[in-house]
């Protein structure tokens, strides 16, 4: 009976230790995931910021030389005009 006793202890202690190491390491687990879900969600922040603001760079540079380009062409059309002494629309 006394042998049987001490395994049982032994057991619940095994059992009880376990449980605790369990328990910590949820918590820890817990604490990562957030951090890594907070980093991986100021990443996508970040991300999509620096997307926005190439997407309207390019557009923006799009326009600039479609306009830039059209005011060339019109100035150059302009002066072929003017040196031919053709009428000219606006």
Partial sequence: MIGGEKD???SKET????SIVVDE??????????????EKNQSNGLFQFVK????NY????KVE???????????????KKIAKNQPFQR
């Fill in 52 to 55: 926005i603001v190439m997407i």
């Fill in 8 to 10: 049982m202890l032994f």
């Fill in 65 to 79: 030389r479609t306009i830039n380009g059209h005011i060339t062409h019109c100035t150059t059309s302009l002066l």
């Fill in 15 to 18: 059992i009880g230790h376990v």
């Fill in 25 to 38: 390491q949820h918590k820890f687990i817990i604490q990562d995931m957030q951090k890594e879900t907070l």
């Fill in 58 to 61: 390019i557009e923006k540079t």
